[in-house]
């Protein structure tokens, strides 16, 4: 497992106990509301409506505050008029950065993300210099150990996750990563937990097709410090980069 895949995991499943959850809940709710708007207000019709729904119950946000959302995004209540943006760059050491935003002004969001990366030892690309890089996925978090049940093993979850369009199956500690196609992943979801799994989690991200290895704890703080600042803007939605962090690296970082 790379270490860019475990400082993923790692950083979801401390998120819900993140100081900055009231953030992470508002940035779930624009999502939220974004999809409802491009697609409809109903979760079965709307495809990206059912995962963004999905991940906000995922993360607490409750029922009630995500049906105001809904409502929002379909003009049944007033709201704010967001826009879509993705920016492309790169980080010290040469990682290719993806940053997607939501906002309601083109202009103060394009300014922050340039001088971020600028003052971060980035630099911005233009568009289609790094999506090559990437992959559009679906990855579900499924918990290994549930007290009443047996673990899970992946010959287990590999016979029901290959039937619902799972493409592979990766060890991440104390969860099994399903990885599926982007129009699988609500299909692929449902069927695990029908066949009784906890998931933990499910969403739509951006996997890197090639990464670049960090070898030292300052590159590696280098780049984590960039996209934890680019996180931090309310406008910023994801940020998805492709390098990979060895385990004796990324224990430094974490420690």
Known sequence: MSGHSKWATTKHKKGAADKARGKLFAKLIRQVEVAARDGGGDPDANPTLRTMFAKARDNSVPLDTIRQAIK???????????????????????????????????????????????????????????????????????TKAVPGKPEVTEDDLMLVALDHGAEDIADVGDAWQVTTGPSDLGAAREGLEEADFTVESSELTMVATQTVPLGTEADARKVLHLIEILE??????????????????????EA
């Open 72 to 142: 929002r995004g379909t003009g049944e209540l007033e709201g704010v008029n967001y826009e879509q943006i993705t920016y492309e760059g790169y980080a010290p050491s040469g990682v290719a950065m993806i940053v997607e935003c939501l906002t309601d002004n083109r202009n103060r969001t394009g300014s922050d993300i340039r001088s971020t990366f600028s003052r971060n030892g980035g630099s911005m690309a233009e568009p289609g210099a790094v999506s090559w890089q990437f992959e559009r996925k679906g990855l579900i978090l499924v």
């Open 232 to 253: 931090d803007n309310d406008d910023v939605q994801n940020v998805y980069a492709n390098f990979d962090i060895p385990d004796d690296i990324l224990e430094l970082v």
